[in-house]
């Protein structure tokens, strides 16, 4: 019994070590089956950390984070989620780096971001910040919630029912079958206690799958018991069925989980499957740099070595390996340009590339004026180890030169041939006579 007890003893010492947080700390540890019940539908303010077990930062908050939830016990309540183990729960709300800390006030499904400090001071300031915030709104009378309740009248679902497109009979084939758009359908009866159960998830995925894909993932719901012409053909006997529907192809049944987390990562899971790559744009224009940046969290730039350099195979091989890379990380919804080497010198030199080392390669997250360099190879496998470590929140990363977006130059796009020396005039010199230039030798 001794060397199993040790063996025993010993996985809990490891597991110990990665635990951030214990049942003893006043920070409340939240996951995807305790986090409707335990924050959606509180009426408590929030302070959330997402983050991971293996995070340097998240180690090092982690003291601070549990001196703060002390402090402020009864008053403001402090979660962790470890968002490397509960995936769903961060892509939810679009946890990219780790620590994360969101601030969860009136409207539980658009929580503001924490900009604050890091020490246990900072967080109870911002803390009460937030709180005498919440106060003055709930004093105006505006609440901030979502407008959608459950049912049965019970608390705030953190999704709208309106994102929920009502299918019937009639309109079924035309928004369902006829559509581009991948479909999540729920088949349900309005006396099915789980079909009750699982309207507010369905209703909050909805809504976050409505934002995340740009409505090319869409949910919908069928009263099987009103409309059963559609209900009967695919043959529906238990509440709530759902069923994945794709255009031209057999539906399939959904086998996921029924909390709002596991249906928002399905969800991406599909669009990821379904959607083109993103548009690899050259930067003609402020207005390209603008546009492509301020719709995406981070937006991959690559300065190409000037055309003479490479000629057109080259510069396409280049792009073929950013093509490739804008395919693996689509699901990221990242925006991807590139510029030929000094086209667009300001920026280079915000970056701190400047005349240099090309290609070369940056990641720009234009909300927080926050760049990271590529420092391995332009290749697929350096490509990807760079955005992997920044997709998981490591990395360096620095200001981008003066805190604000340097001047974009409009230039002609590149015509996809080999590049051609400048031509020189020639000048007919038969008739002019040495003496011509004896008074300025």
Known sequence: MKPLLLGVLGCSLVLAVQALYSASDDVIELTPSNFNRELIQSDSL??????????????????DWKKAATALKGIVKVGA???????SLGGQYGVRGFPTIKIFGANKNKPEEYQGGRSSQAIVDGAMNALRNLVKERLSGRSGGSDYKQSGGGGSSGGNKKDVVELTDDNFDKMVLDSDDVWLVEFFAPWCGHCKNL????????????????????????????HQVVSGRYGIRGFPTIKIFRKGEEPEDYQGGRTRGDIIEKALDLFSDNAPPPELLEILSEDVLKKTCEDSQLCIIAVLPHILDTGADGRNSYLDVMMKMAEKYKKKMWGWLWTEAGAQMELESSLGIGGFGYPAMAAINTRKMKFAL?????????IHEFLRELSVGRGSTATLGGGVMPKIHTVEPWDGKDGQLPVEEDYDLSDVELDDFKDEL
Do not use: I, M
């Not at 929030?46 to 003291?63: Q, S």
């Not at 989620?81 to 995936?87: G, I, S």
């Not at 590529?374 to 350096?382: A, D, H, K, N, Q």
């Open 46 to 63: 929030w302070l959330v950390e997402f983050y991971a077990p293996w995070c340097g930062h998240c180690r090092n908050l982690a003291p």
């Open 81 to 87: 989620v470890d968002a490397d183990q509960h995936k």
């Open 199 to 226: 309207e507010p998830e369905w209703a909050a995925a909805a809504t976050a799958v409505k934002e995340q894909t740009k409505g090319k993932v869409r949910l919908g719901a069928v009263d099987a018991t009103v």
């Open 374 to 382: 590529l420092r391995g190879s332009f290749s697929e496998t350096g």
